[in-house]
């Protein structure tokens, strides 16, 4: 099953690695990692993506908990989420090509950000399956990069995630 | 000024705690880091924005490229990039507040994505001072949590970011 840890921590630098680290000596693997400034001055907030064990998540968990610089942590399950990871795709492009594009990335709410002779680079926000399928229906068309961001989420409602 | 890194590394344990705890044994601070999987199979790409002493980065690059499980890194200057930065803001917004906060959202073609009793949550894409600008328009009305995911970026037109 798949978990999502949100984490408040202070924005000092070895943070990142010393979770990451935390994670890599137990080799449990991150599907995902995001980091970015949180409501207050001074944190950030770490949103990271994980399936395994979840004895073992507990845990890192608890590791994770005690490390110097983190504030709070919590495990979200997939129901209680707000998840959305953003997503460049540089695809290949020739003029005829274009406006098939367009009818591709319309019903999925992705957008057109750069347009060059015989490319493009859509922009799309969703889960990651929604967003693994788009990148589904522009391979025939040649993609040539991928720029992903990761999952970050949130707790539905009021309720604070960390 | 802003340095954006745009790496393919291999999608094994272990990658991101070296490449960040490299940042950290040098004191240089990462602004924000990003990893999702890449264009094949078994690659991810790695973003990370930061600003610093230009010299220093250089040789931070060059030990990057000698990772093990690091496969190419580019240095890309904010004129020739598309970068972009996914957030969800969780706002408190009684019946009232919502529609001025719709009006708010809309010209950022932002949009709202969670409704409770009491509080919004409201996805927004952009560049990192797009997405600054809202937290502040947003900020009287009283901010619960916000989750960034940090900057993910290509290169403009057709050449290959990394």
């Known amino acids: 099953m798949r978990r999502t840890l949100s984490m408040v921590v202070n924005d000092q630098p070895g943070v990142l690695?010393?979770?990451?680290?935390?994670?890599?000596?137990r080799g449990y693997n991150i599907e995902s990692l995001t980091v970015g400034t949180a409501e207050q001055?001074?944190?950030?907030?770490?949103?990271?993506?994980t399936t395994g064990d979840e004895a073992e998540l507990e845990q890192i968990i608890k590791q994770v908990e005690k490390l110097i610089d983190v504030?709070?942590?919590?495990?979200?399950?997939?129901?209680?989420?707000?998840?959305?990871?953003?997503?460049?795709?540089?695809?290949s492009a020739s003029a005829p090509a274009r406006s098939e594009i367009n009818g591709i990335v319309e019903p999925f709410r992705?957008?057109?950000?750069?347009?060059?002779?015989?490319?493009?680079?859509?922009?799309?926000?969703g889960d990651t399956d929604k967003n693994d399928a788009l990148?589904?229906?522009?391979?025939?068309?040649?993609?040539?990069?991928?720029?992903?961001?990761?999952?970050?989420?949130?707790?539905?409602?009021?309720?604070?995630?960390?």
Do not use: C, N
């Open 41 to 49: 001055p001074g944190l950030s907030r770490m949103t990271i993506s």
């Open 135 to 162: 990148v589904e229906l522009l391979r025939p068309y040649g993609i040539i990069e991928i720029a992903r961001t990761g999952v970050t989420a949130l707790i539905r409602g009021q309720l604070v995630s960390a």
């Open 17 to 25: 690695s010393r979770i990451a680290g935390l994670f890599t000596r």
């Open 71 to 91: 504030i709070s942590v919590v495990s979200i399950g997939e129901d209680a989420l707000v998840a959305r990871e953003l997503m460049l795709i540089k695809v």
């Open 110 to 125: 992705a957008s057109i950000v750069d347009v060059a002779h015989s490319s493009l680079i859509i922009q799309a926000t």
